[in-house]
């Protein structure tokens, strides 16, 4: 539990050798891998792996591997290929996070048990909020609540004049942290296409269907006209393309044609936490790595 | 196992007292019920029950049930509404059943199977295939297996022609039968709206998706592509608008980045033949009724 | 959701005619029924029943409703046969429930997080703990939190003592409610048999594994130890004869070889989480009904 | 899928540097690496891998690639600690079966309806059965079927010698084709102490519970008795001490109140199926190694 852990991360195009020229380096330093997890996506030519090394184990810790990483990685670059990318991040620090939120209770109530119990290592450094009534779940957690109130869904000038302004508070108040990742816990708003652009990576919404099924709004209500015989959840990547960012985890109920589209609802909740606080998780742990559009996510 | 049974089934409007007025008349019959189910849907006003009742219970069998069925039926008639959906069945006698095929065998293979170990009971007349590579597996099993070529598809006249005349052979071997379920079991024809209709109720497919998810061709390639974290298949009614059918029984199973789209088709093999398998039972029985677009099925 | 509901549960020995002596009795009230389940065993010869009946639809209401059934369940006593059980709640009033904890914080924060997102309805009237550390929980959820220190497992008769007089102090918290459920969620304290008795039927435990299997201290570690590739949950009645009460709900996750025993109780929480909740919402909604050890649980 | 493939497995007391020596011999080699995969069993001081080398990318093939890990196991093996475990397998022959099987056909029908379509690559080499039952789907399949009978389950001298007597039978059909797995498709008669032994880590076996709940034999009327709401299948090595053998592979499914035994046994045969199909196929891969008693399944 104790140990003080290096998680490095690398992609890069796939090619003979990678590996032994990853380990060796490694094993000259005299590091202790305690978790390696490969993947070649021999279709896309692409090379992904994570690695955890016991940062005892590394004389110079993380500044040292760094600089190792960083030769290592120069000499995976190919020209004309994509860039090399890796990061060697120390876990001593809990990771920070910023959670969005508008009224649906539980996810955000999920998230902070999870914190509360141990279970999850995050540091929640703020909650926004579009309406107030989450406030008091924040606060019996300790964690700043901010309320940013947003307009109409309208699409007239005034309505989205007051939807950028409320996105430049939520901006400044998610920004000031610098966060791990951005939560859309049930937020309720699309983001704009600079922040998309902005958070890419860090943003990460939990949408309550089994995408691509039911894309959009209401999805319950959609599954439960069309007949379905389960009802899911999709955590993924926030993109410019609403619904349609990398997928990191899915997850589905049962239901039956006795459940009205309200059963769906509760039911889906279950599924919606759940799947929400594994991919967080592993987004959290650099298990999550992106690359044309979907995810390699290691156990 | 050895007792003879009859399936009563009804749907009708839905109202008060429609329960007493049925188990009223069959406890004045004497009639022992050994399995009874009820479902009103309230929103679509719509009422749906099965009785299972013990055949020896009831003095002059079938026949007598009947008539006192339809004396019920009658009552429950409401004026201007949608008509009373009603059915004895004797299950003394095992359904019929052609099934439909193309070149993947695991669905067929696993159909026999199941009627060979005495687990489904069902009196599978005739196979149907538009390539001969299944013959030998429906022969080994001792089921007659009809070679029915289609054309390409192409959609010039000569192709829509030739495929006419295809179908037109394949309901003549199904027609011949009565059969009580028309499977099509990895087929990959599209029925014409001809037979949709004629065979509406009792055609039922299996999609290698979960629907809506990735209608249409090569469900898998478009998982993969897509990234999701769970492939499915879907068994739902034949109907002229294609995948959009009534819905029976969907399945899901968990993929991850390391399956290729083959992979996926593989995992998902296992998934359309449990799907498929417990569909078509639930059909057997009498377990579903469809109502405005949906299914009840009853476990 | 704002309808009236009388929730009217039955079991007797089983015989022709009994659903249509309750129906008949209903529909003669013109009592509206929403939602009916039945289940006959024929094994054991015993029939149970569930209605949901629309109170505003029998005048009189609940004590009318309750004559009424008293009637019902007068003719279907068999001389010499178990006794007809019945009840009629209104569920007009959330259900009163205690939860005894311990300190693991998972399962009393999610059914609080419910209870706050008005998804479960029931009255947290109280939580005793054995441990000060879930005080903040309660009091964040306004729910008053009483601290019962117990003795250690020693075997020796000043425990025995000991614990005697913690159980008297938490049944007199407990009792001075008069719940429908007393839930131990991760309570960790063997019930006394003489509390296993007077709560029988409404003590609700959550065992942390996929019952039979490791039944007893630390289950996750003998599953890691066994090397299993699920785990799982139990949500059961408690009863003298520990971990062997009736079941009411189960389900597992899984697991694999890269596992720790810890991540395990981390990916076993989850279960727990929601195979108490399901459990306990099936219990306090009249859905579970017990017969020689096994449980009828309607959907 | 043309690929030629040699499949490299390595299991060794763990330390540090083991990745990068075998990496670093693979890469001078210029062995091009398809598939790889590392455990390390921190609490049990145990490294294992699998590895999938492209036999095209490497001169002299299979032979040279022995001779190199020959020299890499050499140099892993600390002295005092268990002994190095490695094997090159040439994947370009499907390995050798046995199947042994009673009167229930569905695992053997799924078993060759696996190989007839091409999804599971292996050579049944014969099917030995103690009833002559299951000999239509064996030559079906184009299988020799040998029916060895046995005498009862009596434990008196005369059945214990002819239960030897058979098992001899047996033995010699099995080990003439010196199968990569001897599988006990529901074969119902306990292996002696001899063939655990010599069979080990070969013999398959599939238990039809999710063991280490009941074990023995009727598990399902046991779980039946029991109330529980979940059913399973357990694919294990055979080991002398029985059902308590290394798992490799469990799954469940969800039964209710309504399933008598002989439902629960219907709806655990198609878990059967998928376990003993995954569990084999993963055998069969080299994706199984055992240490301590418990598996490490690479997927």
Known sequence: MATH??????????????????????????????????????????????????????????????????????????????PVRWQVRDAAEPPRVVLLVSKESHCLHDLLGRVWGGELEMDVRAVVGNHEVLRPLAEAHGVPFHHVPFPSRAEDDEARTGRDAAFATVAGLVDEHDPAAIVLARFMQVLTPELCDRWAGRAINIHHSFLPS?????????????????????????????????????????????DTAEDMVRRGRDVEKLVLARGLRAHLEDRVQVHAGRTVVFR
């Not at 003979?16 to 590091?31: F, K, M, P, Q, S």
């Not at 760094?66 to 670059?77: D, N, P, S």
């Not at 993924?236 to 039956?256: C, F, K, M, W």
């Open 5 to 82: 852990r290096l998680v490095v991360t690398l992609s890069c195009p796939d090619r003979t050798g990678i590996v032994a020229a990853i380990t060796g380096r490694l094993a000259a330093l005299g590091a202790s891998i305690t978790e390696a997890a490969y993947h070649a996506d021999t279709e896309a030519g692409w090379f992904v792996t994570r690695q955890v090394v016991d940062a005892a184990s590394v004389p110079g810790g993380a500044d040292v591997l760094r600089v190792v990483m960083g030769q290592v990685a120069a000499g995976l670059e190919v020209p004309g290929g994509d």
């Open 214 to 258: 039911f894309a959009g709004a209401r999805p319950y209500h959609q599954a439960h006209a069309r007949g379905v015989k389960l009802v899911g959840a999709t955590c993924h990547y926030v993109t410019a393309d609403l619904d349609a960012g990398p997928i990191i985890e899915q997850d589905v109920s049962r239901v039956d044609h006795a």
